[in-house]
C-alpha cells in the first residue's frame, strides 16, 4: 500500500503562512490532492493535480510537489481557515490513499 | 449543481449487512464518471472504500474488498453500498462522491454531508 505522511498539526498567526505536508515515496511523480474539513461537515477539494484550484477557492491556497513531499500553502491565514487538512493520491498499488490528516489551528 | 445525499439505517448490528444509497441530482450518473463511498471513523481520518462507473465496473479497497459490493441504478441516479459482517470497527460517517478523472483515478469533487452509522447491538 502507498503511505501518506502528515504531521497532526500546524499553527499559525493570522496573516501568516501556513504550509502543510504530505511525505510519499517519490510522490513527486503523483497528482496529489487536498482537502479541508471542518468540524461536522464533509470534506472540500481546495487543491487538485498538485495545484489547480477549483471554482470558488481563493487563490490563497496553493499547492505543490516535488520529490518526495508535497505541499498545501495558505497564504494571509485567516480564521475561517481553521480545520483539518487531508492529502489523496491515486497509486496503481493501493488505488485511493489519503493521509492522516493535519489540525491547522490558527493562534 | 450536483448534489449528493446518503440515505440508510443509522443503527446496524454486528455480523449484519450495512447497507447505504447515494442519491445523486444535477448530473446524471450514465454521463460518465466514478462514484466512490469513503468513511471516517469518529476522531480518525478518511479511508476510502470503493468505487463504480456508470456502466457497473467496480474497484474496491484491498483491505475490504472481501466485504463490499458497490452497485449503480443509473434508471434511479443512484448507487449503493453493501458492507457485510460489520463490526464496532466499522462505526464511522460513510460518504459519497464523485470522482471526475476518467478512469477513477483522480480526486473527490462533490460530496454527499455524510450519514454516521454505528455498529452496535
Known amino acids: 500500500s502507498y503511505v501518506l505522511t502528515q504531521p497532526p498539526s500546524v499553527s499559525v498567526a493570522p496573516g501568516q503562512t501556513a504550509r502543510i505536508t504530505c511525505g510519499g515515496n517519490n510522490i513527486g511523480s503523483k497528482s496529489v490532492h487536498w482537502y479541508q474539513q471542518k468540524p461536522g461537515q464533509a470534506p472540500v477539494l481546495v487543491v487538485y493535480d498538485d495545484s489547480d484550484r477549483p471554482s470558488g477557492i481563493p487563490e490563497r491556497f496553493s499547492g505543490s510537489n516535488s520529490g518526495n513531499t508535497a505541499t498545501l500553502t495558505i497564504s494571509r491565514v485567516e480564521a475561517g481557515d481553521e480545520a483539518d487538512y487531508y492529502c489523496?493520491?491515486?497509486?496503481?498499488?493501493?488505488?485511493?490513499?489519503f493521509g492522516g490528516g493535519t489540525k491547522l489551528t490558527v493562534l | 449543481q450536483v448534489q449528493l445525499q446518503e440515505s440508510g439505517p443509522g443503527l446496524v448490528k454486528p455480523s449484519e449487512t450495512l447497507s447505504l444509497t447515494c442519491a445523486v441530482s444535477?448530473?446524471?450518473?450514465?454521463?460518465?464518471?466514478?462514484w466512490g463511498w469513503i468513511r471516517q471513523p469518529p476522531g480518525k481520518g478518511l479511508e476510502w472504500i470503493g468505487s463504480?462507473?456508470?456502466?457497473?465496473?467496480?474497484y474496491y479497497n484491498p483491505s475490504l474488498k472481501s466485504r463490499v459490493t458497490i452497485s449503480v441504478d443509473t434508471s434511479k441516479n443512484q448507487f449503493s453500498l453493501k458492507l457485510s459482517s460489520v463490526t464496532a470497527a466499522d462505526t464511522a460517517v460513510y460518504y459519497c462522491a464523485r470522482d471526475p478523472a476518467v478512469a477513477g483515478t483522480g480526486y473527490f469533487d462533490y460530496w454527499g454531508q455524510g450519514t454516521l452509522v454505528t455498529v452496535s447491538s
Open positions: 463504480i462507473y456508470h456502466s457497473g465496473s467496480t
Open positions: 444535477g448530473y446524471s450518473i450514465s454521463s460518465g464518471y466514478y
Open positions: 489523496q493520491v491515486w497509486d496503481s498499488s493501493s488505488d485511493h490513499s
